[in-house]
């Protein structure tokens, strides 16, 4: 695909709206015995097994290591130590900030169709040669399964490269009117200065797009992975620079949150914030901001998506076996730790004992495991102890509660990984924090309702939680699903009929919601790398102006 791309360019040709190449979400491969792609991938855990690959900072296309040395720790083996690393202390965050800044001219400078290509190759090795590597490192440094790694690693960070690309090369080709005696053009300048990118553990892909789409836009990034995805992060990092992303566009820098946060939010030159984590930390980031507007050179640009609240509604008409297959899968898959995970089901009273019947059926055949080693694992270890510790408090509260009683699961071991296993809890009332707060984990609760008040309901859904990014309703009449698009419409960024609330496709739903969940930009959208662009408008007339007075004077 990039070389297409490279050879239309070679050709001279101008890019077109109507597009040069054509680009599809990457399939996603199956992994099934005997298969090519499934001995590549158990050759590529093979090869992760009890090692652990050192991690430097990189800073103006250098390896750095400081004192402050750090491990990232398998979630399912806590004794595998999978990375070493080390944070950057303040005076390296300022050297990456200088080392960006003076990149960033020729960067931005050079044409979209060079900086997309580079990414299209990078799409390429990952759909290639890289593919396997990438998974493995996913699953073992993050606890993923082979499917949610596939659909993270490999497909979602693959759709984000190419689908950006298009979406840039689109952009340039959208230009303002011309008139007979003069030109008019817009020119998508990267911003003035360095955007911050901060990733959050739980997918691989959104580090790379974080970091990504910036960049592609042709502007300079300083990239803060997450601790807890060190791993796969920099494997993401060094498949960029082989594509050719020059050295210093990207600086990768593993840093401690409010060190990170407190030396980028108070250079002059910080125009941009990328951020994908928990609300307190984006409030937090704000805040800082706003205290530093006066000292900043532009106003930065703020995108953050920061997690939810997430809903499944059931009325009285649903399919149950889609409810409780799609429930299961939302609330459980990857333990629970997607921002969209369901994590409050709301099942009215007539149809609550076939629900329940079925989901507590489902639920005794969910396998919780290492999936590295069993591929017949549906999910694995929440990713660390203090997830763990978390997670254990709302389980416990669970039991204490007289409003809630444990229906199934809630088991915790961390004496060799930090297992939980798939937690239903039914409450009695619908305003116990448990159905409020994001817990992050594999804990669905349960509110049933009398079927009469459905629309009672809507209503509780839409104020009970500060959140408003994912949610669905399960619903077979069409008068009860327009219903609850309307009273439901800022209850979630993404809304599915008859759908689980996760699993979002590239270019097919792009992501995001408002509220506390975020700034909802919607990456995956053709609308995304705007907001990593200052555009100029530019006005070429030719024909000389022979008098300053106007018609009308004569």
Known sequence: MWRALRALRGRGQRWQHHSAFQVANEPILEFKPGSPERAALQKALADLKDKTEAIPCVVGGEEVWTPAVRYQLSPFNHAHKVAKYCYADK?????????????????????????????????????????????AKTMVGQGKTVIQAEIDAAAELIDFFRFNAKYALELESSQPISVDISTNSMVYRGLEGFVAAVSPFNFTAIGGNLAGAPALMGNVVLWKPSDTALLSSYAVYRIL?????????????????????????????????????????????????????????????????????????????????????????????????????????????????????????????????????????FFSAVIDDKSFARIKKWIEHAKKSPNLTILAGGGCDDSVGYFIQPCIVESKDPQDPIMKEEIFGPVLTVYVYPERQYKEVLELIDTTTPYGLTGAIFAQEKKIIDEARSLLRNAAGNFYINDKSTGAVVAQQPFGGSRVSGTNDKPGGPHYVLRWTSPQAIKETHVPLRDWRYAYMQ
């Open 91 to 135: 005076e390296l965050i300022n050297k990456a900030i200088n080392a960006a800044l003076a990149a960033r001219k020729e960067w931005d400078l050079k044409p979209v169709q060079d900086r997309a290509q580079i990414f299209l190759k990078a799409a390429d090795m990952l759909s290639g040669p890289r593919r396997a590597e990438v998974l």
């Open 241 to 377: 620079l082989e594509a050719g992303l020059p050295p210093s566009v990207v600086q990768f820098v593993p840093a401690d949150g409010p060190v990170f946060g407190d030396t980028v939010t108070s250079s002059e030159h910080f125009c941009g914030l990328n951020f994908t984590g928990s609300v307190p930390t984006f409030k937090r980031l704000w805040k800082q901001v706003s205290q530093n507007l006066d000292r900043y050179r532009n106003f930065p640009r703020l995108a953050g998506e920061c997690g939810g609240k997430n809903f499944h509604l059931v009325h009285s008409s649903a399919d149950v076996g889609s409810v409780v297959n799609g429930t299961l899968r939302s609330a459980f898959e990857y333990g629970g730790q997607k921002c969209s995970a369901c994590s409050r089901l709301y099942a009215p009273d007539s149809l609550w004992p076939q629900i329940k019947e079925k989901l507590l059926e489902e639920h005794g055949k969910i396998k919780v495991g290492d999936p590295a080693q069993d591929f017949g694992t």
